[in-house]
């Protein structure tokens, strides 16, 4: 199974290809520190251990001001691993030129940092520090109730900036200071001094930029290379936020980037917009700055009509070494940089070694599940221990769905009981832990799996997705959710979830694609409630968008054309800004639709044609909310036809398949997957080949034995597997 946890690299470069050693760690001296908010687990002193927690805490009040909403953590307390001593750090596997890590977990998100440079000296530039305070910036604001998406440049910038908060003196608070982050300029000071210096129209177009996390197959100068372009993507992204957060007046316009992004607008688009410059003035004020003696730090008053920060008490616990050698191994276990056979020695040995609590049951559970070894049986001996343990039930059950899902597949007549029965045990983890990301998340996907459309399951999972995403914020999470969306006729959310995806990834099914294509028509739909400026016959809108036809109200009413700033069209009777009828609606990627249409969405009969880089070249049928949804008639550039039922966007039920050579199949499909009955006994779920038989890994059901398994089929012909049948997925309660 797939790690569930996402990894933001501070610093990330390579990892050497030496062991982790539990048994040099454990000769260190370990303390836990804890204090409401956070739990430290440290070979530092106490005394630096204590000045990290009240760090951290005070820090936590600062940004509570600065970033003005609330914050998620009545969860789990944050766990940081801060690491002091060099030694460590290589027993752990990690390179000193790590700054520090964080692992967006399921269960709870753990903080790596290094903090070899960790002072109690308040005027020295405190490196260790830095990092401390970086990685809880990303923990905070990916717990925040409401927030914008943010670009990778702006949420690493924004954590290197905030992390120069310090105490100037008991009155006086700043953020900002180059005595520390001035090193980040050394990274570029190279291109510095050349024209295209931080080149801030590269920087706003990254979507990411991806680290080596283990370099074992890379050439040095391959590893060197690594390093250098992301410390140069840090030091870009700390200069020019650096540089917005340098006045009100760009603070300002940062803001408005921000919001036009998140509405859907191009970088091109939201500069303008905002910043009302082009990339190239935009480069050389953030250049100048950056090259500049001076530059502008913030300070705040402490105290009375300032700033307040709380007294924290904190508790410090000596560690033993089997505690130290549990802590350490369920982190390693979880960031997935070390290979298995590193991870089955230390399996070994935290387990003969450990302390035999929860945290070591869970990392069984996780290495099984790396591994690939008999995870039912750890997870067995886990619940037997911890029957009460709500991450080791959402485990289990994660487990039973994962089997109900591949029953579903292949239509198991059991399928659809035990799926109920699944869902009531997310049900109660979630009354039990209202925190538990995992169970919401698992609840709501469940419901991606059926075609089930009653209102209040609909609901259910909306809600469940949306709670998911709020604790945890992840990228897949929106992708469930719009299918959600648009089962349930909400396209401001839908809208609102593609703008977000838009933001966070470059998949090409968002950025080009058919989700482009749904994405503009949602656009459109909401321009057209949009007052703009009137002349005779047309409106004219603030970001460059146009409609020409009939007026009321400064609203399109009539015969008309509305055209969006990019490109897109939609043409047809405007009733109010909207149109219930025949329409027609061309979008900038080359899609085009003739047919119905309800209050400006594409829903009903019509005619699609596809953009000319696709292996498809028109369908007709009928659509739902800009979905094919309902009967299809599929044209393929190859001269296949597919015809028959489909549910939004994947073909669902009896397809009939005809080939150019006058042949004619037909498959069954169940929500995009091919149902194939290889003989009376054996029925294949998965995908196929050209020829439409059974090819690649899948789904199998032998009704004979009524096993369920994962089988793997090469054009028609069923591969030799050694494997055991499934968890057997009926659930009782």
């Known amino acids: 199974m797939r790690t569930l946890a996402f990894v933001i690299f501070c610093f990330v470069c390579s990892l050497a290809t030496a062991e982790v050693e539990l048994d040099k760690i454990t000769k260190s001296k370990w303390i836990e520190v804890r ?145 520390l982050i001035g090193r980040r300029k050394y990274d570029i000071s190279h291109d510095l001094s050349t024209r295209n210096g931080v080149d801030i129209e590269n920087l706003f177009k990254t979507v990411g930029i991806h680290g080596k996390g283990r370099t074992d197959e890379l050439s040095r100068a391959e590893e060197r290379k690594s390093r250098k372009d992301v410390a140069e993507f840090y030091a870009r992204a700390m200069i020019s936020f650096h540089y917005f957060l340098s006045s009100r007046e760009t603070v300002s316009k940062l803001n408005e980037y921000i919001k036009l992004i998140n509405q859907g607008k191009s970088p091109d688009f939201a500069l303008e917009g905002a910043f009302h410059t082009s990339w190239d003035e935009l480069n050389n004020s953030v250049n100048w700055y950056a090259r500049s003696k001076k530059i502008n730090m913030w300070k705040f008053k402490v105290g009375e009509n300032g700033y307040e920060f709380p007294a924290i008490e904190s508790q410090v616990t000596k560690l033993t070494s089997s505690r130290v050698i549990t802590e350490i191994f369920s982190v390693v276990v979880q960031w997935g940089t070390n290979q298995n056979e590193e991870l089955a020695k230390l399996m070994k040995y935290a387990d003969s070694h450990g302390e035999k609590d929860v945290n070591l049951a869970l990392a069984k559970i996780d290495w099984s599940r790396r591994s690939q070894s008999d995870v039912d049986e750890a997870i067995a001996d886990a619940k037997a221990r911890f029957p009460d343990d709500t991450n080791i039930q959402t485990i289990e059950t994660n ?75 992840r990228t897949s999470t929106l992708s469930k959710e719009m299918r959600i969306a648009t089962l349930r006729q909400e396209p401001g959310k839908l809208l609102r979830l593609k703008h977000q995806m838009a933001t966070l990834t470059d998949r090409e099914w968002i950025t080009h694609g058919y989700g482009r294509f749904v994405q503009e028509m949602l656009e459109l739909r909401a ?155 054996l029925r294949f779920a998965g995908k196929a080949d050209d020829e439409f038989l059974p090819n690649g890994k899948g789904v199998c059901y032998n009704k004979g034995i009524d096993s369920v398994f994962r089988c793997n089929f090469n054009h028609g012909k069923l591969k030799p597997l050694i494997t055991k049948p499934r968890l057997e997925a009926s659930f009782s309660q």
């Open 527 to 681: 321009l057209g409630q949009t007052r703009g400026t009137v002349t005779e016959g047309s409106i004219q809108y603030s970001d460059g968008s146009s409609y020409q036809g009939g007026i009321l109200d400064q609203l399109p009413h009539g015969r008309g054309t509305l055209t969006i700033y990019y490109g897109a069209n939609l043409s047809g009777d405007f009733q109010a800004g909207r149109i219930t009828g025949i329409a027609e609606f061309n979008a900038s990627n080359g899609y085009q639709y003739q047919g119905e249409v309800k209050d400006s969405i594409i829903s009903g009969k019509g005619k699609l044609r596809f953009p000319p880089e696709s292996k498809t070249l028109r369908e007709s049928g009928e659509f739902f909310m800009g979905q094919e949804h309902g009967h299809q008639r599929k044209e393929f550039r190859n001269g296949t036809v597919m015809e028959g039922n489909y549910r939004v966007g994947v073909p669902h039920g009896v397809i009939t398949i005809s080939t150019s050579d006058g042949k004619q199949i037909q498959r069954e499909y169940y929500l995009g997957k091919m149902r194939f009955d290889v003989d009376e006994q």
């Open 399 to 473: 487990r039973k769905m994962s089997g109900v899902a591949m029953m579903l597949d292949v239509g198991h007549p059991s399928a659809v009981q035990d799926l109920n029965n699944v869902r009531s045990a997310y049900r109660k983890i979630i009354k039990a832990d209202k925190f538990n990301r995992s169970a919401y998340y698992s609840l709501g996907t469940s419901y991606s799996r059926t075609d089930e459309d009653s209102p209040g399951l609909l609901k259910e999972a909306s809600v469940a997705l949306e709670s998911a995403r709020i604790l945890g914020k």
């Open 35 to 179: 204090s409401p908010h956070f739990i430290v687990i440290t070979d530092a002193s106490e005394k630096i251990g204590k000045a990290m927690v009240q760090d951290l805490e005070n820090f936590r009040t600062f940004l509570s001001y600065m970033l003005k909403q609330s914050f998620i953590d009545n969860g789990p307390p944050l766990k940081i691993l801060a690491l002091k001593k060099e030694a460590n750090f290589k027993a752990l596997d990690l390179p000193e030129h790590w700054s520090g890590v964080f692992l967006r977990q399921w269960r709870q998100d753990i903080a790596i940092a290094n903090i070899a440079e960790y002072t109690l000296r308040k005027n020295d530039a405190d490196w260790g520090r830095h990092t401390l305070l970086h990685e809880y910036v990303h923990y905070v604001t990916s717990n925040l109730l409401t927030s914008p998406y943010y670009p990778r440049w702006y949420s690493e910038g924004r954590a290197e900036y905030y992390a120069t908060f310090k105490f100037e003196n008991a009155d006086t608070i700043s953020v900002g200071s180059m005595a």
